[in-house]
C-alpha cells in the first residue's frame, strides 16, 4: 500500500514542484510572491474543462488551451498591473497579487458557478510491477510534468534570454551594468510562469476535480515548496514539491485525507529551525 501511495505522492509532488518552480521563478527575478500563481492555475484547469465541454476529450488540445489561455493572462497580471508598481516594495506587490487572485476566482465563479468538473479520460487497465500498483494515466501525467521541468530549466541555463533572467537574479546592479534591463526579461518571464502553471492546471485537474478553489488550495504547499527549496532556487522547489508530495501521501493513512496539507507545514517548521536558508539556499549576512 505504502508503494502506491510513493507512486501517487510523485505525481502530486510534481504538481507542488510546477507551481512551485512558478513561484519561483517570480521571485527570484520580480523579488515578490505571487499568491495568484495558484489561481491561474485554476484558470488552465477550466481551459482544458471548456475544452471538453466543446466536444474535444484530446489531452493535447486540452493543455493546448491550457498554456494559452494562462499564458495570456500571466503576462497580463504584468503588463497591465504588476509593472506599474515596481519600486512599491514586496509587500504592496503580495497584497496586489492577493486581489489579482480573489479577482480571477470571482470570474471564474461568476461564470462557471461552483459545480465540480471532472476531465474525462479513457479507462486503461494499470500497470502492476511487483504488487504495485501503477495507473496509467499517472505515468503519462509524471512524464508531462517531468518534460515541462526539463523545457523550463533549458530555456533558463541555454538560452539567451534564460541567461539574463538568471543573471538579473543573481545580482540586478550587477546585470543593469552590463547591459541587461530587468524590464526586458519580464514579458518572457512571465509567459514561462503560465505555461509552467496551466502544465501544472491540467495535471491536477485530471488527478483530482475542477473548482474554482482547486489551484487556490495548491498554492500552501507550493509556497512550503519554494522556501523549502531554497528561496529563489528553481531546482531546489522542484525537488521540494515531490519530497512535499510524497510525505502528504504517506502520512494520509494516519492523518486522513483532509489533515494531510499539515504535513507540509510540519516539515517546513522542522526545516526551517535545522536549516532557515531551505535545502538549495544560503543564507544571506546583514551588515
Known amino acids: 500500500m505504502y508503494f502506491n501511495l510513493?507512486?501517487?505522492?510523485?505525481?502530486?509532488?510534481?504538481?507542488?514542484?510546477?507551481?512551485?518552480?512558478?513561484?519561483?521563478?517570480?521571485?527570484?527575478?520580480?523579488?515578490?510572491?505571487?499568491?495568484?500563481?495558484?489561481?491561474?492555475?485554476?484558470?488552465?484547469?477550466?481551459?482544458?474543462?471548456?475544452?471538453?465541454?466543446?466536444?474535444?476529450?484530446?489531452?493535447?488540445?486540452?493543455?493546448?488551451?491550457?498554456?494559452?489561455?494562462?499564458?495570456?493572462?500571466?503576462?497580463?497580471?504584468?503588463?497591465?498591473?504588476?509593472?506599474?508598481?515596481?519600486?512599491?516594495?514586496?509587500?504592496?506587490?503580495?497584497?496586489?497579487?492577493?486581489?489579482?487572485?480573489?479577482?480571477?476566482?470571482?470570474?471564474?465563479?461568476?461564470?462557471?458557478?461552483?459545480?465540480?468538473?471532472?476531465?474525462?479520460?479513457?479507462?486503461?487497465?494499470?500497470y502492476v510491477i511487483y504488487g504495485v500498483i501503477i495507473q496509467a494515466s499517472d505515468l503519462w501525467l509524471a512524464v508531462v510534468a517531468l518534460l515541462s521541468v526539463v523545457a523550463t530549466f533549458a530555456i533558463l541555463f541555454l538560452t539567451p534570454i534564460g541567461r539574463r533572467m538568471r543573471a538579473v537574479a543573481d545580482n540586478r546592479d550587477l546585470a543593469r551594468a552590463s547591459?541587461?534591463?530587468?524590464?526586458?526579461?519580464?514579458?518572457?518571464?512571465?509567459?514561462?510562469?503560465g505555461a509552467v502553471s496551466a502544465i501544472a492546471g491540467i495535471i491536477l485537474g485530471i488527478k483530482t476535480v475542477v473548482m474554482p478553489e482547486t489551484g487556490w488550495l495548491l498554492l500552501l504547499p507550493s509556497f512550503t515548496a519554494m522556501i523549502l527549496g531554497g528561496l529563489g532556487s528553481p531546482i531546489g522547489a522542484v525537488l521540494a514539491g515531490i519530497a512535499l508530495g510524497v510525505a502528504q501521501e504517506v502520512a494520509s493513512p494516519f492523518v486522513g485525507f483532509t489533515y494531510k496539507i499539515a504535513v507540509s507545514f510540519l516539515v517546513l517548521l522542522v526545516l526551517l529551525i535545522v536549516r532557515p536558508q531551505g535545502l538549495f539556499g544560503s543564507l544571506e549576512e546583514v551588515r
Open 179 to 193: 547591459g541587461i534591463r530587468a524590464e526586458s526579461v519580464m514579458i518572457p518571464l512571465w509567459g514561462i510562469v
Open 6 to 126: 510513493v507512486v501517487n505522492g510523485i505525481v502530486l509532488g510534481l504538481v507542488i514542484g510546477l507551481a512551485a518552480l512558478a513561484l519561483t521563478l517570480v521571485y527570484a527575478v520580480a523579488r515578490f510572491p505571487n499568491a495568484a500563481t495558484g489561481d491561474m492555475i485554476t484558470v488552465g484547469a477550466y481551459a482544458g474543462i471548456g475544452v471538453q465541454v466543446l466536444g474535444s476529450r484530446n489531452t493535447l488540445l486540452q493543455g493546448s488551451a491550457a498554456i494559452a489561455a494562462c499564458t495570456i493572462l500571466s503576462m497580463a497580471y504584468y503588463w497591465f498591473v504588476f509593472r506599474y508598481l515596481r519600486g512599491r516594495g514586496m509587500v504592496a506587490l503580495l497584497l496586489t497579487s492577493i486581489g489579482l487572485a480573489l479577482f480571477t476566482r470571482g470570474i471564474l465563479s461568476f461564470f462557471a458557478g461552483h459545480e465540480q468538473f471532472v476531465f474525462q479520460i479513457p479507462l486503461v487497465e494499470p
